[in-house]
């Protein structure tokens, strides 16, 4: 067993060093924010570890199991909210050899720290904390990292479970609905007073005798019972029962049809009537000549039949109005993001599905990239298209949100509306600018069954960063206009003037990019080849 | 068997073993492959329909068939990474997927181009396979290089799987193929791609395989190729055999005895005429 985990670790640690130097700039620039991030959980780990010894004992038992109870909760929910599967062992490749499942589950278990760090980090933070604690005596902290694996097992059943459950069809997207509506219960709890109103419920949650929490906090603040210690057995026993159970499930999988492919299989009989998605494409196209016309219409059947942009769309339509509802009109909602809320929501939405839309165009439909290169119909007319198409699904996504806002309870007026669309237009035609020079300079190849995300990479982030400073600044004259006059008027001209900035902005950009795309066509078309590697990558 | 005998390659390996030795080999040994009543569903439809062939061991097996006609879901049921809905395989003895473990000990696979890891490069690609197969560091290194070699892929050792031609991934998968000594080859299109040089010595490492009693179970669209190298065939369609037996007795079926694979596989699967109404193709 030692010999294959070591030379899958060892595999994937040449993976890396072989891909990170032809990315050098975006590997030191993520490196950079990686270092800021965990040095952030490392700071807070030292403040914990700090501030832990001047609490009164009395008050350690009383919260310390709620404390591990949020990190429990963070350490499971996160990664599902953030969509981020972290790094896991690419089966389908791996299952050719000889490997004894044990290895592969040890391995997977390992790579389970991927995904949360921050809550490993935290947990240190607090395991030295309670180590000097004057009121401690002795080692029992020190069997808080039982708390590691029992979340690491935790963690491969829950994410086993939901790459499971996102493999069905129908019961990915309404799996989407309950994640987008769990992740907007932070910012109700923060926003309304629901927060104060359920704390006395969570306290009593997190001392609740026999949960998993409040288990291992009691082993940890010394001088357990024996009931404490065989509940904690219990929950590590259970949890490595169910990880093992959804572990040795995923290895029965199917590899030809995982990953909710999308295709029918061979002979499935599909009806010969057009369903939505042919005359959702084809009402597109309608308005176009050819080729944009068979472009496009090729375009949206694609996007929508792959379940990675359904979800993607759904969650900028749907996830990006929820999540900012409590923070606008909540207790403490801001003014200034009521005001401008469907700016706000759309310019989010637009994150969320820019990946497919906007910043990586070829990396979806990345088997096709070649016939672009050889079709008469050109990489200009190709490029235009992927265009015209994002501006359609946006569009789409407009009119969600804009519903949305006038279903909410303090509802701006038209003018609020108007001046949110205009700020989308901008924001959009400086996204699709910079997406271009993005997707030509920094292709990379997207898995459209993978419904779990993959990041950016480092330098289409650098890209998106300087793309957001240089919109801010054209939005940012609007608003200090209206500051400064009072007058709305003065708003809108300004606003008018940016579109029109953005939209000269962007098409100027097009000829650059198209004939960087014309000339790096051999670097695209390899960039664009590139398969897995024994552990996939996630974020 | 003496028409598979063919002359080694220059630089390549040199068929060793007699027809008769090969031929005594492969007969007196329970099948490489029993496959009996096999199925496999995908969306309502049969990719494979009550599937049954037999692969007896030593023997060079070629499996055709259209596209979509089931043979990649074939091979990822006969190494596990498909499950059966009914039905029974027995590859080299054991029963599948039950000893999957020990089955994938003697396998060589040459898979579609997908199971490559594309950012290592050839000889860490082959360090890694022969790793998986328990064999020490030295040697997992040692064979690698050898292997790249052999194929030619040691001119650029920086180059990354993800760069090498369609060509060079069949090499090097080949190559890992090779690097424990199987007994057993599942090779998926392996010529595709390749050049007539790195073909030949593909070929030639097969049919050394083959005539040391190891098997080798070959799906491959180039009938020429197939009709060279193998000493029975199947041809399946819908997820069916329509055919099995030694190409003299496909032969034998056929109106006047004779006729080539391509002739044969025609008939049996049914060639579809040019409509009228496309006079403009």
């Not at chain 1, 997207?173 to 992740?183: A, D």
Request: aromatic share 12%.
């Amino acid at each position: 067993m030692r010999e294959q985990i070591e030379a899958i670790l060892w595999a994937q640690f040449r993976t890396i060093r072989n891909y990170l130097p032809r990315t050098s700039l975006g590997a030191i620039l993520l490196a950079l924010i990686s270092l800021v991030w965990y040095g952030l959980f490392c700071l807070g780990a030292v403040g914990l570890a700090k501030g832990m010894q001047y609490v009164s004992m009395y008050h350690l038992r009383l919260y310390f199991p709620a404390g591990m109870l949020g990190l429990l909760l963070f350490w499971q929910i996160f990664p599902i909210l953030t969509m981020s599967s972290g790094w896991s062992l690419e089966l389908n490749k791996l299952l050719v050899y000889p490997i004894h499942s044990n290895t592969l589950f040890v391995v997977e278990l390992m790579l389970r720290l991927t995904t949360s760090p921050e809550s490993v980090i935290l947990l240190v933070g607090a395991i030295w904390g309670l180590l000097a604690h004057p009121g401690m005596h002795g080692w029992w902290p020190l069997l808080l990292l039982l708390y590691i694996p029992f979340n690491l097992l935790l963690s491969l059943a829950v994410r086993e479970s939901m790459m499971s459950l996102f493999r069905k069809k129908r019961l990915r997207e309404v799996l989407m609905l309950l994640i987008v509506s769990i992740s907007v219960v932070p910012s109700l709890l923060a926003n309304t007073s629901l927060g104060e109103r359920l704390r006395p419920y969570y306290l009593y949650a997190a001392n609740g005798p026999g949960t998993p929490w409040h288990e291992f906090a009691s082993l940890a603040l010394g001088r357990p019972g024996w009931l404490s210690v065989a509940a904690a057995m219990f929950w590590l026993v259970l949890a490595w029962w169910l990880s093992r159970r959804q572990f040795a499930a995923s290895l029965l999988l199917d590899f030809g049809q995982a990953g909710g492919d999308s295709s029918p299989a061979r002979g499935t009989a599909r009806s010969t009537k057009p369903g939505f998605v042919e005359l959702l494409a084809n009402f597109v196209s309608g308005f176009l000549p050819d080729p944009y016309a068979a472009l496009v219409e090729k375009e949206v059947s694609s996007l929508l039949r792959t379940p990675r942009f359904r979800v993607l769309f759904g969650m900028a339509c749907f996830f990006s109005v929820v999540i900012f509802f409590p923070m606008a009109f909540g207790r403490h909602g801001a003014s200034f993001l009521a005001s401008n809320y469907v700016a706000f929501v759309n310019t989010y939405g637009m994150l969320i599905c820019g990946e497919v839309l906007i910043w990586n165009v070829f990396g979806f439909d990345r088997r096709a990239a070649q016939l672009y290169y050889v079709a008469p119909a050109g990489f200009k007319q190709v490029l235009l298209a992927k265009n015209a198409v994002a501006a359609f699904f946006v569009g789409i996504q407009t009119l969600v949100v804009v519903s949305a806002s006038l279903i909410m309870p303090r509802r701006g007026d038209v003018a609020a509306i108007a001046g949110g669309i205009a700020i989308s237009g901008v924001v959009f035609l400086f996204f699709l600018a910079a997406g271009n020079y993005a997707s030509v300079s920094f292709p990379r190849p997207v898995q459209p069954n993978q419904t779990f995300r993959r990041q950016a990479g480092g330098k289409t982030q650098l890209i998106l960063f300087a793309s957001y400073i240089l919109m801010a600044v054209p939005i940012g004259l609007a608003f200090l206009a209206r500051w400064a006059t009072g007058k709305d008027w003065v708003f809108f001209a300004v606003l008018t003037f940016d579109l029109l900035a953005a939209a000269c902005f962007y098409y100027v950009s097009l000829e650059p990019v198209m004939a960087m795309g014309i000339r790096d066509r051999e670097r695209i078309i390899d960039a664009l080849s590139k398969g897995a590697d024994p552990i996939g990558l996630g974020s | 068997m003496d028409d598979l005998h063919l002359e080694p390659a220059p630089g390549g390996s040199a068929v060793s073993l007699s027809a008769e030795q090969h031929a005594k080999a492969y007969s007196s040994s329970t099948p490489a492959i029993d496959i009996h009543d096999l199925r496999k569903e995908y969306n309502g439809v049969f990719a494979v329909d009550g599937l049954t062939i037999s692969v007896p061991a030593g023997c060079f097996f070629g499996f055709l068939g259209p596209n979509g006609a089931g043979k990649t879901t074939t091979i990822r049921m006969l190494v596990g990474l498909a499950q059966p809905a009914s039905g029974t395989i027995s590859v080299l003895g054991l029963p599948m997927p039950e000893k999957a473990y020990e089955v994938r000990k003697q396998i060589g696979l040459v898979p579609d181009d997908s199971m490559l890891f594309d950012h290592l490069t050839g000889a860490e690609y082959l360090q890694f396979v022969a790793r998986m197969y328990g064999l020490t560091r030295a040697v997992a290194k040692e064979r690698a290089a050898e292997l790249l070699a052999l194929f030619e892929l040691d001119g650029e050792a920086r180059k990354l799987i993800g760069e090498y031609s369609k060509g060079m991934r069949k090499r090097v998968a080949m190559g890992a193929a090779l690097i424990h000594r199987p007994k057993l080859f599942l090779m998926d299109e392996p010529f595709e791609g390749v050049d007539a040089v790195g073909a030949r010595l593909m070929k030639d490492i097969l049919l050394e395989q083959a005539r040391r009693g190891n098997t080798v179970f070959l799906t491959s669209h180039v009938l020429e190729v197939v009709e060279r190298l193998c000493d029975r065939v199947a041809i399946i369609n819908r997820g069916k055999v329509v055919v099995e037996g030694t190409l003299e007795e496909l032969r034998a079926q056929s109106q006047d005895g004779s006729g080539s694979l391509e002739e044969i596989f025609v008939r049996v699967v049914g060639a579809k005429p040019i409509p009228a109404n496309l006079e403009w193709l």
